[in-house]
């Protein structure tokens, strides 16, 4: 099946979209970008994820104002043209502040934001099973200031996870001054003593649409989560680690620095949340 995305009004193959080089998120990665899991067709959570992609284009002052319904028509048609009824995905949107006549720095006076999009097959966890752990090391947090921001600049989180991939391992789990924020590109829990925490969003921390809804789960009283900073000594002594992300779901951590994360498997608690969360997953796709 040929991929077909949408380009500025437009939808063609994925071989024929193309950028002009003097597009600002080519030169300076001058734009924002979101990800959607789509489940069997719809899209998952949607709200919430256009209020981010909102909350993104506003901080960067990118000028792109579109009603909640225009963007739902929008990935509507981009999911229906790339996917079969019973095939998950992952959507993908970007907007960058668009082509000007020069490379300044500063804002172009009238620039039109570019806007792409594309749907990739994926397939997601839904077996629990099936699921397999990672191992992780911990890296200081060296990214800028506001990682509240979801910008295409990624460099930084590349740079962390190459460097956790270089020491044979599968994600970074970043410290900044004592404190947990966040992995290389996904929220983080801990586990200790049957509660699960979280740090609470702040500047350094990309507040996850995953992560949301495994605190609002916490909150109806499946299990006990509690936002609080956590510190590195603490992350080190958990009994469980999950790193969760839109397309990676809830993903345990199993070896932390070369040492097992408790017993050294998959804890009974990424199993209670994980159930819970393909559970509301079920019942989105039946709606």
């Known amino acids: 099946m040929v991929s077909i995305v949408y380009l500025n009004g437009e939808f063609l193959p994925l071989a024929e979209a193309k950028v002009s080089v003097l597009d600002r998120g080519f030169l300076f990665g001058d734009g ?21 992609l ?3 284009l506003a901080a960067t002052e990118i000028s792109l ?6 963007w739902v028509v929008l990935f509507e048609e981009v ?4 996917s079969q009824k019973t095939q998950d995905l992952s959507l993908y949107i970007q907007v960058t502040r668009g082509v000007s006549a020069k490379r300044d720095h500063a804002f172009p006076a009238e620039v039109k934001p570019t806007l792409f999009m594309m749907a990739t097959p994926v397939v997601y966890g ?3 099973g099936s699921v397999k752990s990672i191992r992780a090391i911990t890296l200081p947090d060296n990214r800028w200031t506001r990682c509240y921001i979801k910008s295409i600049c990624l460099l930084p989180n590349v740079l962390l996870k190459q460097a956790a991939s270089q ?3 599968e994600d970074a789990i970043l410290i900044r001054e004592g404190y947990l924020t966040e992995s290389s590109s996904a929220n983080v829990f801990v586990v200790k003593n049957g509660v699960v925490y979280t740090p609470p969003k702040t500047d350094y921390i990309l507040g996850g649409i995953t992560r949301d809804l495994i605190v609002e789960l916490g909150e109806q009283g ?8 956590i ?3 603490e992350l080190l002594q958990a009994d469980e680690v999950w790193v969760t992300s839109s397309t990676r779901e809830i993903i345990p951590v199993t070896e932390l620095n070369g040492k097992a994360v408790g017993n050294g498997k998959i804890g009974p608690l990424w199993y209670n949340v994980a159930k819970r969360y393909q559970a509301y997953k079920a019942e989105l796709v039946t709606r």
Request: glycine share 4%.
């Open 126 to 128: 839904a077996d629990l």
């Open 79 to 82: 999911i229906a043209r790339n």
């Open 54 to 56: 909102e909350r993104s």
């Open 231 to 233: 510190s590195e000594q």
């Open 167 to 169: 020491q044979g391992v």
């Open 222 to 229: 499946a299990f006990d989560c509690r936002e609080q900073e």
């Open 32 to 52: 924002v970008y979101e990800v959607i899991p789509v489940y069997q067709g719809k899209a998952f959570r949607v709200r919430e994820h256009i209020q981010r």
């Open 65 to 70: 104002v579109q009603k909640e319904q225009d």
